[in-house]
């Protein structure tokens, strides 16, 4: 009888103990769920309060020009305001319209800052600045007082800022009103752009295509016409994948160039690889005239661990013919057929304007917590190597690198020691002392290279995060660089894909060929980069291309 009874109470105890771990696990769920609701219910209501206010603007103001107002690039719409010939409502409200109505299409907003409607309203106060009564669009990691910073992450939510980042500290004493935050992908990790809390943000250009991130709220909506100037960052492309893939312009400055106070990271301590914030729009001036905005003696005050360089104008206007090296393939990623395609043809554009080109040759993580969030689609893969044990990612990193020399950083990277550590940051910098070595003894003053894309179909980021080695190296380096649209795919790029088998002939490489297959009409861009501090000398490299570009469609 005992020991039955105590069978009995052994196994009654296991049942209750199951029963509190559902329950808990239930309510957890439960929890997530609805600050997830939350959420979600918040940004409905902005949006809708929005809309409010642009109708009875509308109505008051039925003669105004929103086409034309849109159609402005951003230093003709800075003169236009400064002159008085338009005025900061109209802007706004034409801007606000417009994102409204792009955000319906591709998901790009987590919400409306309504803020700005009041900032609006004391905007004359700040006339003399640079961006003055321009809207600007900035990504949901950047504080902005009372919102959140969730990076796509539940336990994120609500924790709203409790001041402005140095960032939108700036924009606003330069006249500049941030009105809309906008997508990304959960805890940045990922250069998709989809969240368990926003869902999927899609591309302008074609829905079944990702804008790319993690800046990709920005990228979709600058490439949607929703906003003229954006705000993004940048640790291994997330602003220039975005940009490329919406067929915008995208700049990330120096590390260390702008101020990071108040911008999330990935996870805060990580060294290794720096984040840059930095400018996303539809020309290459809008990115130089931002910078110079943001370069000022406030940023320099408010953020004294910035050096106090301002923007140097005389180099971004030079005119002197460069000497630029020319990169087609990493080594490591075998550019699809329209990436090499308009690298070829941006080489052989500016040959012919003068400028000396010649071959240059490159030789070449960590775990945001999502505990209690559900995985967005878009990660699953990419963040399956994570949840293995320290002794199968050892024995994968051994295993893959005769594959994939790259994945090993993916598996080894997660379990270093402290002294490990330290001797992977000596080792980054006797690596950036070699390449500006390099840079050197080739004599070159920029380097043209190619950037991903075109925009790849939904949920292949996360599976092809091999992709990442024209970008990433630059945010390693520490170099500025940046990207700029100069042609699209056609017909033949999709007819020459078909014979794409990369350089490993392996996983990868099949799943990057799907990844942009029926791209036809897409954008492409290409690559610009410069030395660390000469990020002027990359934005004038970014313009000269733009212009000669521009100029051979003619």
């Known amino acids: 009888m005992d020991t039955r009874v105590a069978a009995l109470m052994t196994g009654a105890a296991c049942a209750v103990g199951a029963l509190v771990l559902l329950v808990r696990k239930g309510i957890s769920h439960k929890k997530t769920n609805d600050k997830i609701q939350i959420a979600r219910d918040r940004r409905t209501e902005s949006l809708q309060q929005a809309e409010l206010a642009v109708l009875r603007y509308k109505e008051s103001r039925p003669s105004i020009d929103s086409a034309r107002i849109l159609n402005l690039s951003l230093s003709e719409l800075t003169k236009q ?99 809309v935050k906008t997508n990304l992908p959960q805890g940045l990790l990922n250069y998709d752009c989809g969240n368990p809390i926003y869902g999927q943000t899609v591309n302008p250009h ?17 490439g949607g016409g929703g906003s003229v100037l954006g705000l993004g960052s940048d640790i291994g492309g997330s602003i220039r994948i975005p940009a490329a893939f919406c067929g915008i312009s995208g700049f990330k400055p120096t590390a260390g160039r702008i101020s990071s106070q108040g911008v999330k990271p990935i996870y805060r301590g990580q060294k290794s690889v720096l984040s840059s914030a930095g400018p996303m729009a539809k020309d290459v001036e809008s990115l130089a005239l931002c910078m110079q905005a943001l370069l000022c003696d406030h940023m320099f005050s408010l953020d004294p661990t910035i050096p106090p360089i301002p923007f140097n104008v ?54 945001y917590d999502l505990k209690g969030s559900p995985l967005d689609p878009c990660l699953k893969a990419q963040v399956l190597p994570y949840y293995l044990p320290k002794w199968l990612k050892k024995a994968l990193s051994f295993l893959l690198k005769p594959l994939v020399i790259i994945m090993m950083v993916y598996t080894r990277l997660v379990f270093r020691s402290v002294s490990d550590l330290w001797e992977q940051h000596a080792a980054v910098e006797d690596y950036i002392q070699e390449m500006i070595a390099e840079w050197r003894r080739c004599n070159i003053d920029v380097l043209l290279c190619p950037v991903i894309g075109p925009a790849f179909n939904h949920l292949y980021c996360g599976r092809v995060t091999t992709a990442l080695t024209c970008t990433m190296i630059y945010n390693l380096l520490t170099f500025p660089a940046g990207v700029v649209p100069v042609t699209t795919v056609t017909a033949e790029d999709e007819q020459e894909l078909q014979h794409y088998t990369g350089i490993y002939q392996d996983r990868w490489d099949r799943l990057f060929k799907q990844a942009v297959s029926q791209s036809e009409g897409l954008p492409v861009a290409v690559q610009c980069v410069a030395l660390p501090w000469q990020d002027e000398l990359c934005l004038r490299f970014m313009k000269e291309v733009e212009q000669l570009v521009k100029q051979s469609r003619k």
């Open 314 to 367: 005389q180099v971004y206007e030079s005119t002197k013919p460069l000497r630029i090296g020319y990169l087609e393939n990493d080594g490591y990623l075998q550019p699809s057929p329209s990436m090499v395609r308009a690298i070829r043809e941006v080489k052989a554009l500016l040959e012919q304007a003068g400028h000396t080109v010649c071959s240059w040759h490159t030789h070449i993580n960590t775990l």
């Open 81 to 179: 305001l400064k002159s008085g010939s338009l005025t900061p409502e109209d802007v706004f409200y034409s801007y606000m319209e417009k994102t409204l109505d792009v955000h319906k299409n591709l998901n790009c907003c987590t919400g409306v800052l309504l803020e700005s409607f009041d900032q609006l309203k004391t905007i004359a106060s700040n006339k003399d600045g640079l961006l003055y009564g321009v809207p600007v669009s900035i990504k949901e990691n950047i504080a902005y007082k009372n919102h959140d910073s969730s990076c796509g992450v539940v336990i994120n939510l609500d924790q709203p800022a409790k001041e402005d980042s140095v960032l939108v500290q700036v924009l606003k004493r330069q006249g500049a009103i941030p009105f």
């Open 206 to 222: 074609n829905f079944q295509k990702t804008s790319g991130g993690s800046s990709g709220g920005e990228g979709a909506l600058v």
